[in-house]
């Protein structure tokens, strides 16, 4: 859930760029300024873009859409659109607080673990909903994190890495920094450097 924060003086906010409709040259300058923020990765789903993923902008609050800004937009892969459950969260309190634009707030409020997401509090009913709305618990995309993190430690196991190693390793290939909070988690390494 890197990717969800959002910075005040972006680009996209100084140049005035916003989504509008039927205007494919505009809406991709949008989408390759948010994914230059993003450091090519799918907001919802923290998968490394490569240059053949479909990808868009993606209105958050799907019911402001043409009425909306730089807050709501961000780039993601097109099926992490599936996975969103726009019509359960209609009126949600997240969407009125953006919390999870704060990168403090969010990660004092949200915590993966052992393959899943979690509200760090059991009563954060606004955390819950969050992640359940973004669908990133759904089994697909749990399965596709876990393998990809398993794959991983066996070829650290293997090439018998250190966390220095792992950290060159992933300079070196940015691609293989899908799901960057799972592997932080899984080999208690920090990756911000190098994002």
Known sequence: M??????????ILEKGLTYQKNKSDNNRLLKEELLKEQKNFCAYTEKYLQELDASEVEHFNSSIKYKDDY???????RKAN????????LNAKFFETRF??????LESRIMYKDGFYFQINEDDKEAFELIDFLGLNHPDLCQQRNRHVNRLAK???????????????FKEHIEE????TAIEEKFDINLETIL
């Open 71 to 77: 807050y709501n937009y961000y780039a993601i892969l």
């Open 2 to 11: 890197k990717f969800l924060s959002k910075n005040p003086k972006s680009s």
């Open 177 to 180: 920094m899908s799901f960057v």
């Open 82 to 89: 599936l996975y969103k459950k726009d019509e359960t969260y």
């Open 100 to 105: 999870f634009q704060n990168k403090d707030n």
């Open 155 to 169: 070829t650290f196991k293997e090439a018998a890495y250190n966390s220095e190693n792992c950290i060159e390793y």
